[in-house]
């Protein structure tokens, strides 16, 4: 595939002096001015975010990849740099810093999204509301702390059916909201500090492309010495875009045809014989987003994905012809996660020189350095530290050691999984892992009576259930941005502890402000009398339930097989790398079965198409045509965000009526 890296010579942004003041510069007073920035474009974005995607439900903007309201933020500073220019004694913003304010209000609404906050809110409150004389949850609430939750069940009640007084009460919540934003900060320290240990590797030895990182870098700097803006590619690109969106819209909005964040084809719906039932009816969704910053994956890879999404469908037809007929059946997903933990325990194996080295960095400091110039000896020590505290609060709050430690390792082994994609793919997907198998691996391996001691003890099980938000949630979606950002300020000429800062400080910032934002629309209307309710909220009464039933509920007849589909998918990867190392031109790329498994359905058929695209582009026109092309397709994706997020998002947020007709994902 063509180089990756833009041309940027040209650009105001990018010159040396812009570079040497955000390397060097005015320091802490000028990282401090782009924290404050971020601080309070998070907040001005907060408003938004909340009344979008909880109160009306209409656009789920934390969801896309990049974060729309990042990139929103980004577009927004872009335009106003120039008047800065004009201001006495200010100076204009570079790259780097507009990086550095990008990433922060990235990670940080982020954490407003449903697969973080609001899933934990949820999970915090179901046990309290939900309970019943048929279906006591109560007693799961008994076993969590109070520091974790308020104790109180009218502070919950307040919560579903609104205050009498329409305001939050404060005072029973400000201790769990500390003790969440310092868990998820040690969360995100601890995910920053392993793939920054990992990124020397990544970044100047294995040479990851990473493909995400250009539509920030193409917004502002652009390439071959032209404007992102003012290249005749980017506005087609952005103009069918448009004309996709607006027949989306007409769909919904005059025709009731439902939403979503492109169109939806069903191949096969007439088909209603078995085993074919199986296979069919079988969805193709045609998103610009995935099609757009597909572009910049590579054709083996895209190639991979959707091979590997129909050799699943074949699985499936073979299990059905030979008489199985178990519900879930092939089980990508147990696949997945079985994948998942093999390719993050290679990456730890690839990467033991460098925890090797930050070991050795404590006697001899000269090789302490890692790639972004930060020092490897106290990453590692911060890493210690971050597993350590995390372990400490997963037992405080009542899990067993044991499950802790199982859980917490599930947890970082993904994430790392998960940010290697990022870097080596791009695949611009949220949802690119095995969707809550973090959390299910142990069921299905545990199994009910141990994890429950047999109904004797239900404190592990109940917080063990309530964390169960940190699997179906998208909180390795950080580890994607951390990795991109070490990138980013490589690139950009920015100092590796401001990249540091800004994550760090974004993701404290944003679960805080996240439980803020959310809190008002529950006490003032009532989170059941919402749109559709409380989001996660079926899930976590689904598994406190399984919680409080364990002891009577018959054996789970899946068990086994998803047990054997996780060693499968696990020695499969396994076979796919060995193959890979073997046979130079092996056309199957590993990531591409990982990627099958976790959300396959929603990412082959634009993957196909980028395939078919992207392979005759470079053939008839080589790399100078897939250049050309590239503004083009981010333009394509870009243009999606900036009218089914940023554009329909403001107008169904505020006006509501038919602009609510047309719900936009685009996770």
């Known amino acids: 595939m063509p180089s990756d890296k833009p041309t940027r010579a040209r650009s105001r942004l990018s010159s040396p002096q812009s570079q040497l003041a955000s390397t060097k510069g005015t320091g802490r007073v000028r990282l401090l001015a782009m924290v404050a920035l971020g601080f309070g474009l998070t907040w001005i974005l907060g408003y938004w975010i909340v009344q979008a995607e909880v109160v009306v439900l209409a656009c789920q903007v934390t969801e896309a990849v990049p974060a729309i309201p990042g990139l929103g933020a980004l577009l927004l500073l872009l335009a106003l740099n120039p008047l800065l220019r004009r201001l006495p004694f200010i100076r204009e913003l570079s790259s780097a810093e507009l990086i550095v304010v990008y990433l922060l209000v990235t990670v940080a609404t982020t954490m407003f999204g449903p697969g973080i906050v609001r899933f934990l809110i949820a999970s915090l409150t179901v046990p309290y509301y939900y309970s019943s004389p048929a279906l006591p949850l109560a007693q799961l609430a008994a076993h969590i702390p109070g520091w974790l939750s308020p104790t109180d069940p009218v502070v919950h009640k307040w919560l579903w059916e609104a205050s009498p007084f329409g305001t939050v009460p404060w005072r029973s919540w400000v201790v769990p909201i500390a003790a969440w934003t310092g868990f998820f900060l040690l969360m995100g320290g601890t995910l920053l500090c392993l793939v920054s240990l990992l990124s020397r590797d990544w970044i100047h030895h294995e040479r990851l492309v990473f493909p995400l990182v250009r539509l920030p870098l193409e917004i502002l700097e652009g390439s071959a010495g032209r404007s992102f803006f003012r290249n005749p590619a980017t506005w087609i690109g952005m103009g069918a875009a448009v004309l996709l969106d607006a027949v989306s819209i007409v769909r919904a909005v005059v025709l009731g045809m439902g939403g979503g964040g492109g169109l939806r084809l069903s191949i096969g719906r007439q088909v209603k014989s078995y085993p074919w039932t199986t296979v069919f009816p079988m969805p193709a969704y045609i998103r610009p987003g995935l099609i757009g910053l597909g572009y910049l994956v590579s054709t083996e890879l895209a190639f991979s994905i959707w091979v590997f999404y129909m050799f699943h469908k074949l699985q499936a037809l073979v299990m059905a012809g030979s008489g199985y007929r178990l519900s879930g059946m092939p089980f990508a997903q147990e696949q997945g996660i079985g994948a998942y933990v093999v390719v993050g325990l290679i990456l730890l194996w690839k990467g033991r020189d460098a925890f090797r080295q930050a070991w050795r960095g404590w006697w001899n400091q000269d090789d302490a350095a890692d790639s972004a110039g930060g020092s490897q000896r106290w990453l590692l020590v911060a890493l210690v530290v971050g597993i350590g505290g995390m372990l400490v609060f997963m037992i405080a709050a009542g899990m067993r050691p044991w499950l802790a430690v199982s859980y917490l390792g599930l947890l970082l082994l993904v994430a790392l999984t998960y940010a290697r994609i990022r870097a080596e793919a791009g695949i611009p997907l949220v949802w690119a892992y095995p969707y809550g198998q973090q959390y299910q691996t142990i069921w299905n391996f545990v199994g009910a009576k141990r994890l429950t001691n047999s109904g004797a003890s239900l404190a592990s099980p109940t917080i063990f259930a309530v964390m169960q938000f940190l699997s179906r949630g998208y909180f390795p979606t950080v580890s994607g941005y951390e990795i991109e950002g070490i990138n980013l300020g490589e690139r950009t000429g920015a100092r590796w502890r401001d990249m540091a800062s800004s994550l760090l400080l974004g993701i404290g910032f944003g679960a805080a402000a996240g439980f803020i934002f959310h809190l008002r629309p529950y006490y003032a209307r009532g989170g059941a009398g919402l749109r559709t309710g409380i989001w996660g909220a079926g899930r976590a009464q689904i598994e406190l339930t399984r919680v409080l039933e364990a002891g009577t509920t018959p054996p789970d007849l899946t068990r086994t097989p998803k047990m054997v589909a996780t060693l499968l998918g696990g020695l499969f990867v396994l076979a796919l790398t060995a193959a890979r190392v073997t046979w130079f031109n092996f056309p199957l790329h590993p990531i591409g079965y990982l990627v099958a498994c976790s959300y396959g359905s929603l990412v082959w058929a634009p993957f196909l198409l980028v395939w078919l695209l992207k392979g005759l582009i470079l053939r008839y026109g080589g790399s100078k045509?897939?250049?050309?092309?590239?503004?083009?397709?981010?333009?394509?994706?870009?243009?999606?965000?900036?009218?089914?997020?940023?554009?329909?998002?403001?107008?169904?947020?505020?006006?509501?009526?038919?602009f609510l007709r047309w719900a936009v994902w685009f996770g």
């Open 625 to 658: 045509l897939y250049l050309k092309a590239l503004p083009g397709f981010l333009g394509f994706a870009l243009g999606h965000f900036v009218v089914a997020g940023l554009i329909w998002g403001l107008l169904a947020a505020v006006l509501g009526g038919p």
